[in-house]
């Protein structure tokens, strides 16, 4: 399949239309010009080899989950020092919504 890269006036207009935009002539020019080279691009990927196998991911070993398992962390004193506001061990955060009283 090869793509037509050239656009005509009344191609243009059409789209114009399709779009409901009314472009000046300069406008006209500059997209006309931008709709051509993305044709020119298109007709690129005509001459692509899609033959080769699909390449799902870049890494070939199989990656298995690690198992879920608590692991019991020390150094909690250590984050709640970093947080402004605490009642006792645990931190405290403003409300996400209210109550209506």
Request: charged share 35%.
């Given at each position: 399949?090869?793509?037509e890269?050239?656009?005509?006036?009344?191609?243009?207009?059409?789209?114009?239309?399709?779009?409901?935009?009314?472009?000046?002539?300069?406008?006209?020019?500059?997209?006309?010009?931008?709709?051509?080279?993305?044709?020119?691009?298109?007709?690129?990927?005509?001459d692509?080899?899609?033959?080769v196998?699909?390449?799902?991911?870049?890494?070939?070993?199989?990656l298995?989950?690690?198992?879920?398992?608590?692991?019991?962390?020390?150094h909690?004193?250590?984050i709640?020092?970093?947080?402004?506001?605490k009642?006792?061990p645990y931190i405290?955060?403003?409300?996400?919504y209210?109550?209506?009283?």
């Amino acid at each position: 399949m090869n793509l037509e890269t050239r656009v005509s006036a009344e191609l243009l207009r059409h789209l114009e239309s399709l779009s409901k935009l009314e472009l000046e002539e300069g406008e006209r020019t500059g997209l006309k010009r931008d709709i051509e080279e993305i044709l020119q691009y298109m007709t690129l990927l005509d001459d692509l080899d899609l033959s080769v196998d699909e390449m799902v991911s870049p890494v070939e070993i199989d990656l298995e989950p690690r198992p879920d398992e608590v692991q019991p962390f020390e150094h909690n004193e250590k984050i709640t020092e970093n947080f402004p506001e605490k009642s006792g061990p645990y931190i405290t955060i403003p409300r996400i919504y209210k109550f209506d009283e």
